[in-house]
């Protein structure tokens, strides 16, 4: 699982850090610190992480399990 944080739209509410504090820590009162490469044992706190940011600055990419590329069309009916 990879994350980013759009630390320029961020505000600093800490969200992140209450649901997953093995991800994200707030250093100060203002200054956000997370691990990039997230464990994949911690998804479903990432995912509550994720939900509950305001400003929805965090973005994850395979935290559905998957490496983020996008999955092959279904043989459904055309």
Partial sequence: MRL???LNRCQGYAQCAFLAPDVFAMHGEESLLY?????ASRRDEVARAVAACPVQAIFVEGLDGTDGTPAPPSGGDL
């Fill in 35 to 39: 691990d990039p490469q997230a464990d």
């Fill in 4 to 6: 980013v944080v759009d």
